[in-house]
């Protein structure tokens, strides 16, 4: 029986790639380097800033990533919550969610200071049980110690979680920590990629969690 629901944030609760690829491409031309399309920046999200740049740069630069770290971090937590929204359903289900009793997390590799701000922004009425992005020093999904820290700060057991996610990280994540692995269809990667990582259930809108997972 699940107990509580941890989300991923980028792709899963928010629609963040336009921002994403706004501060990239925009930091990218400040460098003379080339852009990227929109739709490139679906594979290159999901593992954190350091590795977004990373892909992004120019491979004869690419091993420098970590230099440009806090140009890149700074150019996007000036931005705020921009353009990027929640998808649709996904504020009204939270709300039904927590009106059941539930406890939710968000548990995101994005940077923990840009992750905070955008839920408390983007969901100022849904209380979160966690909410974390990356941290200096802990490591990011697929390993599970956020996950795992969800679960204990919404007081239940890993294997009463479900761990709702757009990508192959997020599915690895939920299985390496003992968790229900529900699949975002609507999400940055797609079906595919969900069903090749292991999700036990995919949903193709999340207002379909509440009775799926009743």
């Given at each position: 029986?699940?107990?509580?629901?941890?989300f991923d944030?980028?792709?899963?609760?928010?629609d963040?790639?336009?921002?994403?690829?706004t501060?990239?491409?925009?930091?990218?031309?400040?460098?003379?380097?080339?852009?990227?399309p929109?739709?490139a920046?679906?594979?290159m999200?999901?593992?954190?800033?350091?590795?977004?740049?990373?892909?992004?740069?120019?491979?004869?630069?690419?091993a420098?990533?970590?230099?440009?770290?806090?140009?890149?971090?700074?150019?996007?937590?000036?931005?705020?919550?921009?353009?990027?929204?929640?998808y649709?359903?996904?504020?009204?289900t939270?709300q039904?969610?927590?009106?059941?009793?539930?406890?939710?997390?968000?548990?995101?590799?994005?940077?923990?200071?840009?992750?905070?701000?955008?839920?408390?922004?983007?969901?100022?009425?849904?209380?979160?049980?966690?909410?974390?992005?990356?941290?200096?020093?802990?490591?990011s999904?697929?390993?599970?110690?956020?996950?795992?820290?969800?679960?204990?700060?919404?007081?239940?057991?890993?294997?009463?979680?479900?761990?709702?996610?757009?990508?192959?990280?997020d599915?690895?994540?939920?299985?390496?920590?003992?968790?229900?692995?529900?699949?975002?269809?609507?999400?940055?990667?797609?079906?595919?990629?969900?069903?090749?990582?292991?999700?036990?259930?995919?949903?193709?809108?999340?207002t379909?969690?509440p009775?799926?997972?009743?």
């Open positions: 029986m699940i107990r509580a629901i941890i944030l980028d792709g899963t609760l928010v963040t790639l336009g921002d994403i690829a501060v990239m491409n925009g930091w990218l031309r400040s460098k003379s380097w080339p852009e990227h929109l739709e920046y679906r594979q999200v999901g593992r954190g800033l350091a590795r977004l740049i990373q892909a992004a740069v120019p491979a004869s630069e690419s420098h990533a970590e230099t440009w770290y806090d140009e890149v971090f700074g150019a996007y937590e000036a931005m705020g919550i921009g353009e990027s929204r929640p649709p359903g996904v504020t009204e939270l039904q969610l927590r009106d059941a009793g539930l406890p939710l997390a968000v548990i995101s590799n994005k940077p923990d200071a840009i992750t905070r701000s955008m839920v408390a922004a983007l969901f100022p009425s849904i209380d979160f049980a966690l909410v974390r992005g990356g941290l200096v020093g802990v490591p999904k697929p390993n599970p110690v956020s996950a795992l820290a969800a679960a204990q700060a919404c007081a239940v057991a890993p294997c009463d979680c479900a761990f709702v996610g757009d990508s192959d990280v599915m690895k994540t939920a299985l390496a920590a003992g968790m229900m692995a529900v699949g975002a269809a609507w999400g940055f990667r797609g079906e595919a990629e969900l069903r090749t990582a292991g999700a036990m259930l995919i949903i193709s809108s999340m379909e969690l009775s799926i997972l009743s």
